[in-house]
């Protein structure tokens, strides 16, 4: 798993690449998005668009980053969710609950609206 990020606005992009399967990497994404609450971001997307499987615990990762964000009163959004990943979100019902869009771009915008 690889984790970038970067800053368009007031909006930090984590962009994500692999497997999102437990282990170090799911804990580095929290992590990361407790690091920018710290910095005062509080509008984050992450770009799914590159992870090709994620399992339980990678869906605990971005509940936990979600809940982190909503805490200090921001919020978080999913990019590019690729169809496989999507499916684990509707069994699982979680994609009523994740604000997701077909672009990076969408995902920022939505912060404005």
């Not at 407790?34 to 971005?62: C, F, Q, R, Y």
Request: aromatic share 4%.
């Amino acid at each position: 798993m690889q984790i970038k990020d970067q800053m368009q606005g007031d909006v930090a992009i984590i962009e994500l690449k692999g497997k999102l399967m437990g282990g170090s990497e799911t804990m580095e994404i929290h992590e990361k998005v407790k690091e920018l609450i710290s910095k005062d971001v509080k509008k984050v997307v992450i770009d799914l668009g590159k992870v090709s499987w994620m399992n339980s615990t990678g869906l605990g990762a971005l509940m936990g980053s979600m809940t982190s964000l909503r805490h200090v009163d921001g919020d978080l959004k999913l990019a590019r969710v690729t169809e496989k990943v999507k499916s684990l979100f509707m069994v699982t019902k979680l994609i009523t609950i994740f604000d997701t869009f077909e672009s990076i771009d969408e995902a920022v915008e939505a912060f404005s609206k």
